[in-house]
């Protein structure tokens, strides 16, 4: 089975930047799409950044131009890059793959990661 493990969740000060990773064990034949969602206290799941299954980037407007969505096939990770972070960015940080694994179409999940900005 597929299994999405994340990583790099940190205490930071505002202005600081940080990488997530989001390790996958397990068979993935096709992905579809990857992506990072976070979720903040009191607030729906949203959107951070996703890889098409075309290759395109797409950011939430919230982060453009602070984060970069990147992929390492080889090593099977995603990562984030957190850069010029602010309080409001504090949230659980989730992955997701939307892939065809073990004979299956799914949408996969790790369990989250902590980011907290703050002085």
């Known amino acids: 089975q597929v299994q999405l493990v994340e990583s790099g969740g940190d205490l930071v000060q505002p202005g600081g930047s940080l990488r997530l990773s989001c390790a996958a064990s397990g068979s993935i034949f096709t992905i579809y799409s990857t992506g990072w969602y976070r979720q903040a206290p009191g607030k729906q799941r949203e959107l951070v950044a996703v890889i098409t299954g075309g290759g395109g980037r797409n950011y939430a407007d919230s982060v453009k131009g602070r984060f970069a969505i990147s992929r390492d096939n080889a090593k099977n990770t995603l990562y984030l890059q957190m850069n010029r972070l602010k309080p409001e960015d504090t949230a659980v940080y989730y992955c997701?793959?939307?892939?065809?694994?073990?004979?299956?179409?799914?949408?996969?999940w790790g369990q989250g990661t902590q980011v907290t900005v703050s002085s």
């Open positions: 997701n793959v939307d892939a065809y694994a073990s004979g299956i179409r799914g949408n996969y």
